[in-house]
């Protein structure tokens, strides 16, 4: 069975930085040969799609809203993802999920909380 925990969220003033960390454990699961996303979820507010790493190593699907500022990566070796947020903004407040693809599965974190107020 996979795990997906996620780590890194907090407060942060406008304009500040955070990186979230999605480390994935289970058998047979290793982050190279899953589709990760990192998804946001605010109060009210639809899921919303954030970024995309394929197994290949393309970073794919950034919204508009954090196109440029937000990146997603991974380290093999730590079988963990990540989502650098750089120039953060009130709107990207929200709970952030980490989510995998393997097959036809698709696996979700417990998520970690971003707020970003001054």
């Known amino acids: 069975q996979v795990q997906l925990m996620e780590s890194g969220g907090g407060w942060v003033q406008p304009g500040g930085s955070l990186r979230l960390s999605c480390a994935v454990s289970?058998?047979?699961?290793?982050?190279?040969?899953?589709?990760m996303s990192w998804y946001r979820q605010a109060p009210g507010q639809k899921r919303e799609l954030v970024a995309t790493?394929?197994?290949?190593?393309?970073?794919?699907n950034y919204p508009n809203s954090v196109k440029g500022r937000f990146t997603i990566s991974r380290d093999d070796a730590k079988n963990t993802v990540y989502l650098q947020m750089d120039a953060l903004k009130h709107e990207d407040t929200a709970q952030y999920l980490c989510?995998?693809?393997?097959?036809?599965?698709?696996?979700w974190g417990q998520g970690t909380q971003v707020t970003v107020s001054s």
């Open positions: 790493l394929t197994p290949g190593g393309y970073d794919v």
């Open positions: 989510n995998a693809i393997k097959d036809v599965f698709t696996y």
């Open positions: 289970g058998p047979g699961f290793r982050v190279n040969n899953l589709t």
